[in-house]
């Protein structure tokens, strides 16, 4: 099959291309390679994935409508894995317009191409961030996300409000997925694990926020590729006995679904920072401070849904986890 994969620069883009082409699939990656965070990262991943003859590259925003339809009509995908946007709770406080054109306008335009060529099936990245007020735990895709308290969050709510639309106006199978905290080797530099280890290794103190008192559905990034590419062979089809007083708000009379993609087993950050600290063995400088604005003291993924349809069950124990990604961070920084 041939594949877009969108942000493929990205974390998780790149562990999602690489895994299509070892599988015998043809993947264009698009990236617009912004300076969010360090781009070096963001090329070096892409030096990563040259060498497989079944990749090919191009530079592209999402939200430049003109390229993304030239790019859908050229190449004819049978399937697209959206994962570009732009990410980050806390920068969406900071920089809300960046978030309007990235997750808004470059949603739009992915649905706008699938719309226009017949691609089978739109596999999207949502986020646990949407959960927002909801205290419920764990979350589950039956439950309200109408109360977002990030912009982040509300503009992966509005990709799937968006996604529904499409999906019920065109047919046009479309699987959103939740992420729970994901992290890894090749991981983010904005996320908690990468922050940390930064800080640690160079002597520096950490930020703790809510004095450490946080719970996280911490995920391997192995185990979130292995969801990605099962659920992508799940292809939701029309359901005429759903109803919107009785069903699931996860589902629909259209091809369309959501799911959670986590753990199931939320670790404290306390926890977790434990393991980091043995893993590097050095002790944490740690500076506790009070909740960030945006930012939810619990995420619990409730994945029995994505498990009943694919057999999905994450593996990785987080001790594990994060010494895979320090013996990565280690050799790729020589730290």
């Given at each position: 099959m041939k594949y877009l994969v969108t942000g493929a620069a990205g974390f998780i883009g790149f562990h999602v291309a690489k895994r299509l082409c070892e599988a015998g699939h043809q993947v264009v990656g698009i990236d617009n390679l912004n300076d969010y965070y360090d781009v070096n990262l963001k090329l070096a991943r892409l030096k990563e994935l040259a060498p497989l003859s079944l990749f090919s590259f191009q530079k592209l925003d999402l939200a430049d409508r003109e390229g993304i339809e030239t790019l859908f009509a050229k190449e004819k995908f049978?399937?697209?894995?959206?994962?570009?946007?732009?990410?980050?709770?806390?920068?969406?406080?900071?920089?809300?317009?960046?978030y309007a054109d990235s997750n808004m306008v470059g949603h739009l335009t992915i649905l706008e191409g699938c719309r226009h060529n017949n691609v089978e099936h739109l596999v999207y990245a949502s986020s646990s961030s949407i959960y927002g007020l909801n205290n419920k735990v764990?979350?589950?895709t039956t439950d309200s996300v109408a109360h977002p308290i990030s912009l982040y969050a509300a503009t992966k709510k509005s990709n799937e409000l968006m996604s529904h639309t499409y999906s019920h106006?065109?047919?046009i199978p479309t699987t959103g997925l939740r992420f729970f905290t994901v992290y890894g080797p090749w991981g983010r530099p904005d996320m908690a694990l990468f922050k940390f280890?930064?800080?640690?290794?160079?002597?520096?103190?950490?930020d703790v926020y809510n004095n450490g008192?946080?719970?996280?559905d911490f995920t391997y990034i192995d185990d979130i590729v292995e969801g990605i590419i099962r659920i992508q062979n799940?292809?939701?089809?029309?359901?005429?006995?759903?109803?919107?007083e009785t069903g699931s708000v996860a589902k629909s009379s259209a091809p369309y679904r959501v799911y959670n993609i986590g753990n199931g087993n939320p670790v404290k950050l306390m926890s977790f920072i434990e393991s980091l600290e043995q893993s590097l063995s050095i002790k944490a400088k740690k500076n506790f401070m009070p909740m960030q604005a945006g930012d939810v003291y619990q995420t619990y993924a409730d994945v029995s849904d994505l498990f009943e349809v694919t057999g999905y069950k994450p593996s990785m124990d987080v001790a594990k986890g994060v010494d895979n990604f320090v013996h990565w961070y280690r050799s790729f920084y020589q730290v």
């Open positions: 049978d399937r697209v894995i959206h994962l570009a946007a732009q990410a980050g709770v806390r920068y969406s406080i900071d920089n809300p317009m960046a764990p979350f589950a106006l065109y047919d280890a930064k800080k640690i290794v160079a002597g520096d103190s950490i008192d946080m719970r996280r799940v292809v939701p089809e029309k359901d005429a006995s759903w109803q919107v």
